[in-house]
């Protein structure tokens, strides 16, 4: 029987509280997570060396397999060499996310941020309400903007941390609901 789907609402409740509190959040290009070990990464780098000793401690997850691995195949030396290139792909991760936020920056003030937040696509020229010729999902340019600035040109005042989050959940409603409108079409 067809019907409503009380689950689909709640995934988009979801959905929407994420990208809201910044779980989840396309305009940056990657998880709210990676976000906090970069975060995390440069404050540490601001200790000296003790920082960079916590900056390795980071990369353990990554490093410590690699190492077991390189010293299975190749002993001691394998084993050094597999955690360096676990260390090595860890700081890769954290600043090509830096790399990511700066790109998408650079593209958003020379489009007056007028890019689609699924895909970071200039969408100036395009009617208010249209189909992203790059992703194929729907945008509201005027929702697009209000979004983007607000995560890359933050107002110098900003209100109480429930207002800002119930004002982020309100833009990216709309915003969902415009990206799954063309798919429903």
């Given amino acids: 029987m067809g019907?409503?789907?009380?689950?689909?609402?709640?995934?988009?409740?979801?959905?929407?509280?994420?990208?809201?509190?910044?779980?989840?959040?396309?305009?940056?290009?990657?998880?709210?997570?990676?976000?906090?070990?970069?975060?995390?990464?440069?404050?540490?780098?601001?200790?000296?060396?003790?920082?960079?000793?916590?900056?390795?401690?980071?990369?353990?997850?990554?490093?410590?397999p690699l190492g077991y691995l390189g010293g299975l195949m190749a002993g001691f030396k394998g084993q050094v060499i597999g955690a360096v290139v676990g260390m090595l792909i860890f700081v890769v991760w954290v600043?090509?996310?830096?790399?990511?936020?700066?790109?998408?920056?650079?593209?958003?003030?020379?489009?007056?941020?007028?890019?689609?937040?699924?895909?970071?696509?200039?969408?100036?020229?395009?009617?208010n309400r249209s189909r992203c010729p790059e992703c194929g999902k729907g945008f509201d340019r005027a929702i697009s903007q209000k979004l983007y600035k607000q995560q890359y040109e933050p107002r110098p005042y900003q209100p109480v941390r429930s207002v800002v989050l119930a004002r982020s959940a309100r833009l990216w409603a709309r915003a969902i609901r415009e990206r799954d409108r063309v798919r429903d079409e």
């Fill in 3 to 64: 019907g409503y789907d009380s689950g689909m609402k709640r995934r988009t409740k979801r959905e929407i509280s994420r990208l809201a509190r910044g779980v989840k959040d396309p305009r940056r290009g990657f998880s709210t997570a990676h976000g906090y070990v970069r975060k995390i990464v440069g404050i540490l780098l601001q200790l000296d060396a003790f920082g960079f000793v916590l900056v390795i401690l980071l990369a353990a997850p990554i490093s410590f």
């Fill in 95 to 127: 600043f090509r996310a830096n790399v990511i936020m700066e790109q998408v920056k650079a593209a958003g003030k020379e489009h007056d941020f007028e890019l689609c937040l699924w895909c970071h696509f200039p969408i100036v020229g395009f009617p």
